[in-house]
């Protein structure tokens, strides 16, 4: 099987701008999630969608939100960027919602945002 | 609120020595627990992950962990380290017992292992 497909990898945007990232999650994998890779703050959760459902959120500003369509792929977009948006964005796709048990979540490679 | 501590930013080891990276969990009930690896410019790759069970977990490339409820910790193990091996380790945990958001997967700050040729 195809792994979890991210794109683009890299980003170049400056502050104020907004961005949408995409992701493709493993085919039969029904939830998606987002992660911010930063090397101050590590690796934080953002949101998981299933069901086209917004099911878990992160400590993050409303800036940041995401979608998931009917075929489970999933967008994040980030709206008024600024500098600290900067990060590596993963996306994790896994079976079933993370509510439901031990699921493994398998990760993309990454889009690479640095904000100007 | 469950967490994850890697007490080690950096572990070195040489080239056919056992390695070991540590890991321990805070969580208010059981716990799922996973290990991932990172190399440059690239995602995450699963290692292994301890849900119920056998205490020892084996998992991809020789890598294994042994789950120690008494001392919560969940260290990463490989009996004979390899070059290739060298990469960002990230231990994660999740608590079977909350819901809703509190469901997520939480990380350690990971640790840069070298291995010495």
């Known amino acids: 099987k195809a792994g979890v497909t991210q794109t683009p990898r890299y980003l170049i945007k400056t502050r104020g701008q907004q961005v949408t990232l995409s992701c493709s999650p493993i085919?039969?994998?029904?939830?998606v999630s987002w992660y911010q890779q930063t090397p101050g703050q590590g690796l934080q959760f953002l949101f998981e969608y299933f069901s086209e459902t917004q099911r878990n959120k992160g400590n993050f500003p409303g800036r940041f939100s995401g979608r998931q369509f009917s075929n489970s792929r999933s967008e994040m977009n980030v709206s008024t960027l600024e500098l600290g948006d900067s990060a590596l964005y993963l996306c994790a796709s896994s079976l079933e919602a993370l509510v439901q048990g031990a699921d493994t979540q398998y990760f993309g490679p990454g889009t690479r945002l640095t904000v100007l | 609120a469950q967490s994850v501590a890697q007490p080690e930013d950096q572990v070195n080891v040489a080239e056919g020595n056992p390695l070991t990276v540590k890991c321990t969990y805070s969580v208010s009930g059981n716990p799922y627990l996973f290990w991932y690896v990172q190399y440059p410019n690239r995602g995450l790759q699963f290692l292994l992950k301890?849900?119920?069970?056998?205490?020892l977990v084996k998992g991809s490339y020789g890598f294994e962990a042994e789950f120690n409820k008494s001392q919560t910790s969940f260290h990463l193990k490989k009996p004979s380290a390899l070059v290739s091996d060298s990469a960002l380790y990230f231990c994660a945990v999740r608590d079977e017992g909350s819901a809703g958001s509190a469901r997520q997967l939480t990380f350690g700050s990971g640790t840069q292992l070298t291995v010495l040729p």
């Open positions: 085919s039969g994998h029904r939830s």
């Open positions: 301890y849900i119920t069970g056998d205490n």
